[in-house]
């Protein structure tokens, strides 16, 4: 029984202990767990933060510039060697004036930032967290104090040259300190990232490039009233100096800003400034009357409803934009390092070769080894007039490759280099003559896969006169693919622009003429490139009277005096009768700062780069 006795006592012994050994086992297991789930909340409280904080600098650099350059155009002057900081005389501008300037800057931008941010979840869909982003650029964002332990200084001049008062486009870098909290928390987890750093911004004179279509006079040089209509497709930046007409539902895609002006000049507004727009049927509207507002205006009368869309924003009592008065820039720029003419040009060619050694070869992709890639310029011009006679024209042939140096072919069909005052000339991109070009085209389109420019080269072709363009001019690397479209549900598909980081470009621009599409040019041009005249037209010749040819197939933008007409169509149908149609697709290259070389600049201020520079980090766990 002893024996027994004992027995029992130590399996009761060796179950207790089992048993405080399974509740040991059972206790570490349930702490594990939960330290488990609060490393996981931990770890994907860090990655919402941290996809916060990315967040805030993507705003900053997309709809962040966009509303900074709006604040610029309203508190930059215009005037002074500076954009903020002064008329001084110095190299750099006055600190506390720029400061003084930037802090009204940072104030307006403050708004537009919390307004983009919030009392808004950035949390992914599904996910039952909390993440929250502010972004300071005053001492207060989201109407919270600064955190502690952080400040901020006031903005400052990084770098750039005064204005000389000589038209050259200068640049200049200002910066404004910021802020970044990005804060996240799930269930329990909770995650704090503090960013401090510099808001950076580059100012330079707006180039005309930048708009999709620009006009002085908003009619034809006969003064016939010109209206959008529901055929209208612009997908980049729609200015006139005058006042718009609007039939049915035209489509804008990119901001659209009027003057207002009753009587534009070249140079100013000539007459009253009276904001506003035509509504087919319901004549002028003053913008304080537009119903239901001024930013969607839409009126319905016996033909039809007359609402157009702004997708981007509209503002009618937008600065007048003066024209420039003369080519000097571009004259200057071409007898320095690009090609000058002193008289017409008959025929301008552009095109693209491949060449190993002096043999063509075909373009692949990538290059074979050894083969080099060439822009060509055959230019055939009127080198003396004889008296009371016709031109002696020369033809000139020019190439460069991606290093810019300059090559003539000479008599001997040899290719050698453009020296001017003993040096070699780097060509500057542009082309110039004190006449008109009678032809200016690509390729013929029995070449037609050989692009007019190559993926490096970036040319502006400038005149005094007239510039006639006869054929196809296109880029071997598009930045786009296809046009806006209109579906039958009455909305509108943009053209594809997923290749922005190509750099060949072309800019047209005629400063006493007009740009045609000629005669003879053929069915369904392509024109890549942005097509300027500061006092006629960018227009098709004979519009009225040749036989329909198809659309213009232009990706880029016009700048024009007039409204250029490009052909006609029979209302019925909606088709055309003569001339083009238009399928015009913005280049939106244009609203990050790229132009053609020495393109005409607006003489207004935009923000041409921004840039995020992060200087500090710290996180916390709650």
């Not at 930059?76 to 400061?99: C, H, I, K, M």
């Not at 708009?211 to 612009?234: G, S």
């Not at 491949?354 to 060439?374: F, I, M, N, Q, R």
């Amino acid at each position: 029984m002893r024996n027994k006795g004992i027995a029992i006592v130590l399996a009761l012994a060796t179950v207790l202990v089992v048993s405080g050994i399974g509740a040991l086992i059972f206790t570490r297991t349930i702490r594990e767990i939960r330290h488990g789930a609060q490393d996981q909340g931990i770890v994907q409280t860090l990655m919402l933060a941290r996809g916060a904080a990315n967040l805030g600098g993507s705003l900053l650099a997309t709809r962040g510039r966009e509303r900074l350059e709006r604040i610029v155009q309203q508190t930059a002057s215009s005037t002074d060697r500076w954009a903020y900081g002064g008329n001084t005389g110095t190299e750099a501008p006055d600190p506390v004036l720029a400061a003084q300037g930037l802090a009204n800057v940072a104030d307006r931008f403050q708004s537009d930032l919390d307004g983009f941010l919030c009392g808004k979840n950035f949390a992914p869909d599904g996910l039952p967290a909390e993440v929250r982003v502010r972004v300071y650029v005053t001492a207060s964002a989201c109407g919270e104090p600064l955190p502690p332990k952080t400040r901020l200084p006031p903005g400052r001049f990084v770098e750039g040259a005064p204005r000389t008062g000589t038209g050259s486009g200068v640049s200049q870098t200002y910066a404004l300190p910021f802020v970044m909290v990005a804060e996240a928390s799930l269930g329990q987890a909770r995650r704090n990232i503090v960013l401090q750093g510099e808001y950076r911004f580059t100012i330079g004179r707006s180039s005309f490039a930048r708009y999709a279509l620009f006009t002085n006079v908003h009619a034809l040089p006969n003064r016939t009233e010109i209206w959008f209509t529901d055929r209208t497709l612009f997908d980049g930046p729609v200015h006139t100096n005058g006042r718009f007409r609007f039939y049915r539902s035209a489509w804008f895609g990119g901001e659209v800003t009027s003057a207002g002006c009753l009587s534009p000049g070249s140079q100013s507004c000539q007459g009253q400034t009276v904001p506003g727009a035509y509504f087919y049927g319901e004549g002028f509207v003053r913008d304080r009357n537009m119903q239901p507002s001024a930013a969607r205006p839409s009126y319905r009368n016996r033909y039809g409803t007359h609402a157009p869309e702004f997708t981007a924003g509209v503002d009618w009592n937008a600065s007048f934009i003066p024209l420039p008065p003369n080519s000097q820039d571009q004259k200057t720029a071409a007898q320095e390092s690009g090609l000058y003419f002193s008289d017409d040009i008959r025929s301008l060619k552009l095109y693209r070769k491949c060449l190993l050694g002096e043999t063509e070869v075909a373009c692949s992709e990538p290059l074979d080894p050894g083969v080099l890639k060439l822009q060509y310029i055959e230019v055939t011009y009127c080198a003396q007039k004889n008296r009371g006679g016709p031109c002696t024209h020369t033809t000139e042939v020019y190439r460069y490759g991606p290093d810019g140096l300059l090559y003539q072919e000479n008599n001997w069909g040899q290719f050698v280099p453009v020296r001017r005052n003993g040096a070699p000339v780097r060509f500057n991109g542009v082309i110039y003559t004190d006449g008109g070009v009678q032809s200016l085209s690509g390729p013929g389109r029995s070449q037609a896969t050989d692009p007019a420019l190559a993926e490096f080269a970036q040319i502006t072709v400038a005149a005094q006169g007239d510039i006639r363009i006869t054929g196809d001019l296109k880029y071997e690397k598009p930045p786009c693919t296809g046009v806006p479209t209109r579906e039958p549900d009455g909305t509108v598909t943009p053209a594809v622009c997923d290749n922005l980081g190509v750099q060949n470009v072309l800019g047209v621009y005629s400063q006493e003429g007009s740009v045609w599409i000629a005669r003879e040019a053929p069915r369904d041009i392509h024109i890549h490139g942005t097509l300027m005249s500061s006092r006629g037209v960018v227009g098709v010749e004979g519009y009225d009277s040749i036989p329909e040819k198809g659309s213009v197939y232009l990706l880029g933008g016009i700048i024009e005096y007039y409204y250029g007409a490009f052909g006609t169509f029979d209302p019925a149908t909606g088709r055309n009768k003569t001339g083009y149609g238009r399928a015009f697709t913005y280049d939106r290259r244009f609203l990050q700062g790229l132009a053609p070389p020495f393109f005409p600049t607006t003489g207004q201020d935009r923000v041409t780069s921004v840039s995020v520079f992060s200087y500090g980090q710290r996180e916390q766990v709650y």
